[in-house]
């Protein structure tokens, strides 16, 4: 999809599936590891 939008280096962070059916932990793990992957991309050199 960035490809596409004409950003092909732009780095996101990816939250798994499902959302909508989740428990509250498997939705605290989700943004535990999402924080994870953000602080990755953002604090990278």
């Known amino acids: 999809m960035c490809r596409v939008l004409g950003v092909p280096g732009f780095k996101?962070?990816?939250?798994?599936?499902?959302?909508s059916s989740a428990s509250n932990e498997l939705l605290e793990a989700y943004a535990r590891?999402?924080?994870e992957q953000a602080e990755q991309?953002?604090?990278q050199p």
Do not use: E, M, N, S
């Open 41 to 43: 991309i953002l604090l």
């Open 12 to 19: 996101f962070a990816v939250i798994d599936h499902p959302i």
């Open 33 to 35: 590891a999402t924080i």
